[in-house]
């Protein structure tokens, strides 16, 4: 296989599991500012959006001042965590097993989500693995999902085009913006979306695990061959 495929994968949800930290740390916006909280599931469901957009979606009727006020509440409490007892944001099963499997095949990888780029580079600094993307594309760069600008930005950087590029996610968000990109998505079903959502915003398949990623991969490249043949 040509090294001229680009894999792009989300990060919270699907790199790492990042909900335990975000939710504590919205709690703790909301409650410096007498806002009402909110439902752990409602937070796992803007996982993914940029920070702001997320708030405004759980809380429509806040005013913009105070949406901003949650947000730097939100970031002082991520940076208190972050220096004090580490950010709780383990990695999903089998994810380095599969990144060395994909970069043999001859994938290039990149990342594409809602965190900021310092936020990014420390998470995977964290695990070891920020040497292995090629591209990373955050919501302080580029417009959030799910605006295609993120994966337009990282298939300019790579050299690569639509038809040679899949995302990875697992959320609606990440579904929506790879069909807004003219890419195809790749849902997990270890996320905040479920399986059935994924599917319903144009998944081209949802795995269970990352051991079935390389033969889902595998078989896209041989469907699009045969089409084009």
């Known amino acids: 296989m040509k090294r001229v495929k680009l894999a792009v994968f989300d990060c ?10 975000i939710v504590t740390c919205m ?25 702001l957009t997320a708030i405004t979606t759980l809380t429509p009727d806040t005013p913009g001042k105070l949406i901003e006020d949650i947000k730097c509440a ?3 409490m991520w940076n208190h965590i972050r220096e004090t007892e580490g950010i709780n944001e383990p990695l999903f099963p089998g994810l380095p097993l599969i990144l060395n ?11 594409a989500t809602g965190k900021s780029l310092n936020g990014l ?12 993307f090629v591209t990373l594309q955050t919501s302080d760069r ?31 968000f990440d579904m929506e913006m790879a069909r807004n990109a003219d890419v195809t998505p790749v849902g997990v ?5 479920n399986s059935q959502e994924l599917r319903e915003s144009g998944a081209y398949t949802v795995i269970d695990s990352y051991s079935e990623l390389p033969d889902v991969l595998t078989e896209w490249i041989l469907s699009r061959s045969t089409n084009i043949g």
Do not use: C
């Open 101 to 111: 499997q994909l970069e043999e095949d001859g994938w290039l990888l990149g990342i």
């Open 12 to 21: 919270d949800g699907t790199l790492v599991d990042s909900q335990y930290s």
């Open 74 to 76: 939100f970031g002082d």
């Open 189 to 193: 079903s270890w996320g905040y979306h």
């Open 121 to 132: 580079r420390v998470t995977l600094e964290k695990h070891n693995i920020l040497e292995r």
């Open 27 to 51: 709690n703790h916006a909301f409650d410096t500012h007498n806002v009402p909280r909110v439902s752990e599931e409602d937070i796992r469901r803007v996982i993914g959006l940029p920070l």
């Open 142 to 172: 580029a417009r959030g999902k799910p605006n295609p600008e993120m994966l337009e930005r990282a298939m300019r950087e790579v050299g690569v085009n639509s038809t040679e590029t899949i995302m990875i996610g697992d959320t609606t």
